[in-house]
Structure formats: C-alpha cells, structure tokens
C-alpha cells in the first residue's frame, strides 16, 4: 500500500519537468549565479558548485531515495570531491521537494563547519524559494555559503578556481 506521503511525493516531481526550472531558473539567471560564484571565490579558498535539479526520476521516488541521499550523489558524480585541498561545496535544489541541500567536502566541513551554518545557508535560500524568488535566494544562498567558508576557512591555502562556476543544471 502506498502511502498518501509517498503519493504527493510522486505526483509533485511526475508533474514538475524541466519547463518549470527554465522558468525559475532562466538563462539570464544562471548567468548571475555563475558570476556570484566567481566573485565569491576570490574571497575564500572554497569552491562552490550550484546544482538544480526539476524533480527525481519515478524510480528514485518508488525507492523512497531522499534529497540528501540524491545531493550527495551528485557531488559524487560531478567531482564536486575532486579538489587539490578537498575544498569543494555542492548546493543542490531539488524544485520538486522544495528542498536545498549542501554537502560540503572534508577539507571545509565535517567537525571544522557546524551544521547550523550550512542549515542555516539552506533554509535562507528555501524562504526566498517559498516567496517565488528564487534569483535572490540562489544569490543569498552563494553569499551565505561564501561567508560561512570565509568565517571556517581550509586550512590549506587557495589552489586556484578547480572547479567550473556554472551551475550543473540536472
């Protein structure tokens, strides 16, 4: 028996496609987010990538797969990880769950990042997101996490932009 839960769960991400995140997310905006990021990263040794991703596909739903679970492969399979100093950080905006979530590698989380700082990155960009105004919150978002890398720095110095700053758009 599938659960009423369950059931919103696949009827939200079966009717949100991929014109729903050009409209909240239009070239013009994805432009700015790939300059927020640029700009923020000469501020701090971090790397930030931002990812949006409409909705999971039926089978990840039918599997009950959570958005940290789905954010966390993400940053597997774009190499988020894959920096000199283990300095990288994934946003990740699941539409469909209205969910954000950030994963951030060891070299800038685990015991040296608390997990009020990134929750507190992640529910400012979901009010934004609430009110309609995704723009800003992604902007809010990139800023906040800038902050939050720039107050808990690695301890290791810049390696250079690593990473791309465009946003992964999934």
């Not at 399979?77 to 994934?90: A, F, I, P, Y």
Request: aromatic content about 8%; some cysteine; overall charge negative.
């Amino acid at each position: 028996m599938v659960s009423m839960t369950t059931f919103s769960r696949w009827l939200r991400h079966g009717c949100t496609g991929s014109w729903q995140r050009r409209r909240r997310f239009p070239a013009g905006t994805l432009a700015r987010i790939e300059a927020a990021i640029r700009d923020c990263e000469a501020r701090h040794p971090g790397e930030i990538r931002f990812a949006v991703e409409a909705a999971l596909p039926l089978s990840a739903i039918w599997h009950g797969t959570p958005p940290r679970a789905r954010a966390l492969q993400v940053f597997a399979e774009q190499g988020v990880w894959d920096t000199e100093h283990n300095n990288g950080v994934l946003i990740y905006v699941l539409l469909a769950d209205r969910d954000v979530e950030i994963v951030a590698d060891r070299g800038v989380g685990d015991a040296r990042v608390p997990a009020s700082e990134w929750e507190s990155c992640c529910r400012l960009m979901e009010a934004a997101f609430r009110e309609d105004h995704f723009e800003q919150g992604a902007l809010a978002g990139i800023g906040a996490v800038a902050a939050v890398l720039a107050k808990y720095p690695p301890a290791r110095p810049d390696a250079g932009n690593e990473l791309p700053d465009q946003p992964i758009v999934l």
